[in-house]
């Protein structure tokens, strides 16, 4: 996942980070006193309705736009603040890579309650209206513009939909529930709710990482609404390993405690206007993946505007999970709760760091119900990016049966 990139590859950047923090805290103390805005201020829900392009009750066209942005990260809305991030910097940085796809697409906010709202983009060829619709839940850190390698090919006989969960993306970032349990209900209820207002009754539904484990735990509580289930390197299915057999190095060890103890991406925003560079530093090989597009650091743009807001999901997340890596509540103990109707298949990345264990363990106590494992070669965690043909082609093939 993205986080554990973060953390082993920028040991350097964070005392890097420490030094200019301790030598401009009061240059940023004068900022944060001067301006309407605070590092950990959340953006205000007026300022996400500035940005939205369409009604509550239709879409409208914003795709392929491409004319290249001419805000900076110090553009005049953003010189005020300790990070140099709006959400319409993050729109920004999302139309940029979706400038790049060929299928055209409607976006909207997609109201859930009356105060919070999931950003959804739709892609739907009139000639694809009767067939079951694919739906795309994104992984932690990330949101709907990650998925650009995958949207032309499984949009082309089907509608498509993706949305950046709550609290995440340009979706609305409500405070969460510090308790695992509630906090994954709210990730659960939220998706029920878009899927209800945006009228689906059966899907394709497909998620990523921490996507993988939400639904899964959606399609526990909803099985009718889900024609087959794709778990993309899913995180948080197994069990954490005794502390005896995690022998990481001490550096690991050390970095892993702070870590812990803050928001899993708090250094990007302590970077403040920093922030960028260490990120980019830090997982540039992420643009790397999506070089069939685009050949320069836009992804990276997106992740960091993604990231340097209000941590609502993060937060969720953190209290969610076990030294990051693994669940508080691993998926493995209610793989039997799923219905034997609902078939499930997972696709693994051979060089990923998620412990495919999980897989064989969901295939083993399924083995009276459809579950399929594919494990791709040359693929890492972002198995989706890494090889996009393979992957996009097993989806395919699913919808094809499904219909």
């Known amino acids: ?27 940023g103390c004068r900022l944060r006193s001067t301006t309407m805005t605070t590092m950990s201020a959340p953006i205000a829900e007026g300022e996400v309705d500035s940005q939205q392009m369409v009604s509550s009750e239709s879409y409208q066209d914003i795709s392929n736009n491409n004319e290249e942005s001419s805000a900076g990260w110090f553009s005049n809305r953003t010189w005020g603040r300790w990070s140099p991030t709006s959400a319409k910097l993050l729109q920004q940085a999302e139309e940029s890579i979706l400038s790049c796809i060929k299928t055209k697409y409607e976006g909207k906010f997609v ?33 709907v513009g990650l998925w650009s390698l995958n949207l032309d090919a499984l949009s082309e006989k089907q509608p498509l939909y ?12 409500p405070k969460m529930p510090n308790d695992p349990e509630l906090a994954e209900k709210e990730f659960v209820d939220a998706m029920e709710k878009w899927r209800s207002k945006v009228g689906i009754e059966k899907m394709v539904l497909v998620g990523h990482s921490l996507g993988g ?21 899913p995180w948080g299915f197994s069990e954490k390993p005794p502390a ?12 892993g405690a702070v870590a812990t103890a803050f928001n899993p991406l708090s250094s990007i925003r302590a970077a403040g ?14 643009s790397k993946k999506f070089i069939k597009l685009f050949d320069d650091d836009r992804i990276c743009t997106y992740i960091y505007h993604c990231n340097a807001q209000q941590p609502s999901g993060e937060e969720a997340f953190k209290s969610m999970s076990q030294m990051l890596g693994w669940a508080v509540n691993p998926m493995v103990r209610r793989v039997e709760q799923l219905s034997k109707k609902v078939p499930v298949t997972a696709i693994y990345g051979e060089d990923s760091w998620m412990n495919r264990a999980g897989g064989e363990k969901l295939k083993d106590i399924r083995k009276d119900a459809y579950t399929k494992v594919h ?29």
Not at 6 to 25: A, D, P, S, V
Not at 378 to 403: K, L, M, P, Q, S
């Open 273 to 286: 206007p920093w922030g960028p560079r260490l990120l980019k530093r830090a997982r540039g090989d992420l």
């Open 1 to 27: 996942m993205f986080y554990r990139g973060l953390i082993k590859r920028t040991f350097c950047e964070l005392r890097r980070c420490i030094f200019i923090n301790n030598n401009l805290k009061n240059f």
């Open 213 to 233: 484990y939400l639904t899964y735990s959606y399609s526990i509580q909803h099985p009718e609404r889900v024609q087959h289930l794709v778990l993309a390197d």
């Open 111 to 143: 109201p859930i309650t009356s105060e919070d709202k999931l950003w959804t983009i739709k892609l739907n060829p009139s000639e694809a209206s009767d067939k079951t619709p694919v739906v795309l839940v994104h992984g932690f850190a990330s949101g």
């Open 244 to 255: 005896e057999e995690l022998r990481f190095p001490l550096w690991i060890r050390a970095i």
């Open 162 to 173: 993706a949305f950046d969960m709550l609290g995440f993306g340009r979706s609305s970032r």
């Open 375 to 403: 494990v791709l070669k040359e693929a890492g965690h972002h198995v989706y990016a890494d090889r996009t043909t393979a992957f996009n082609g097993i989806i395919r093939d699913i919808c094809d049966e499904v219909d």
